[in-house]
């Protein structure tokens, strides 16, 4: 099984700046990655597939980098509504499509 | 409007059975896989498991073979959760959700509650 990690656990940002989040793989999984965001309350919203691509809808202020093991996710200028818990998930290898343990993006 | 609409949340006590639903809407329901993803209190997602409503296909994490069940009927664009025996342990929220192309979930149920409790 592939495991995925997600850094930091918690990261404090202040709106308008920006916000860098990492997630890496225990081996490659080329570009076949997701990263959704979570809400209190609310089911997760899927923002960015083929690690760079964003989802409909999904604001430029989103983008995703990487392939590989080792993926970013930033947030070019915060703002109130994307303070939420985000997570990366693989899709190289089956079974199981893995998450990571997520990471909470707060106000600071 | 593609839609997920899962069953409501349930109270059982441990032992019991359960079956909870996710009927999906404005798309065609058998060409896409659905997925079955656990999130335990203040936890973070877990896969279950995936099937393709067309014929049935189903896999299972290895952390949940043998733990539940994923079914889907077809006629009535629905998939299907189930429990034989439940566990405290099982208390969270479920989600189905659709895959694309067998890969990444991009539309999501509003998620089930199952809280089991003696």
């Known amino acids: 099984e592939i495991v995925m990690t997600q850094s930091p656990a918690t990261l404090s940002v202040s709106p308008g700046e920006r916000a860098t989040l990492s997630c890496r793989a225990s081996q490659s999984v080329s570009s076949n990655l997701a990263w959704y965001q979570q809400k209190p309350g609310q089911a997760p919203r899927l923002l960015i597939y083929g690690a760079s691509t964003r989802a409909t809808g999904i604001p430029a202020r989103f983008g995703g980098s990487g392939s590989g093991t080792d993926f970013t996710l930033t947030i070019s200028s915060l703002q109130s509504e994307d303070f939420a818990v985000y997570y990366c998930q693989q899709y190289n290898n089956w079974p199981p499509y893995t998450f990571g343990q997520g990471t909470k993006l707060e106000i600071k | 409007e593609v839609q997920l609409v899962q069953s409501g949340a349930e109270v059982k006590k441990p032992g019991e059975s359960l079956k909870i639903s996710c009927k999906g809407s404005?798309?065609?329901?058998?060409?896409?896989?659905i997925g079955w993803v656990r999130q335990m209190p203040g936890k973070g997602l877990e896969w279950m498991g995936i099937i393709y409503p067309g014929d049935s296909d189903t896999r299972y994490s290895p952390s949940f073979q043998g733990q539940v069940t994923i079914s889907a009927d077809k006629s009535i664009s629905t998939a299907y959760l189930q429990w034989s025996s439940l566990k405290a342990s099982d208390t969270a929220m479920y989600y189905c959700?659709?895959?694309?192309?067998?890969?990444?979930?991009?539309?999501w149920g509003q998620g089930t509650l199952v809280t089991v409790s003696s």
């Open positions: 959700a659709r895959l694309i192309a067998a890969r990444h979930l991009d539309y």
């Open positions: 404005g798309y065609s329901f058998t060409n896409y896989w």
